[in-house]
């Protein structure tokens, strides 16, 4: 797990959200820099790997395992698979 997986846990943690993450050893958490000024974006930058090849297993035994004690799952691919 990388600081911005960490960061990221920590602060649903704080707002009391449960989470449950597949982390890929071999991929970073994706993260966004947002460029402001005078409070309006002037470009955002998306730092994130493919995930071809990852096997998608892992994650779909844990919403199989879970969806018997949950009130929500949120899933978002932002159209990218």
Known sequence: ????????????????V????????????ITKLRVLSRNQQLIRL???????GVDPQPMHERIQQALGSIGALVLSDYAKG
């Open 1 to 16: 797990i990388d600081d911005a997986a960490r960061a990221l846990s920590q602060a649903l943690a704080n707002v009391n």
């Open 18 to 29: 449960k989470c449950d993450f597949v982390s890929v050893p071999t991929h970073p958490t």
């Open 46 to 52: 998306d730092f994130e790997e493919g995930f071809s």
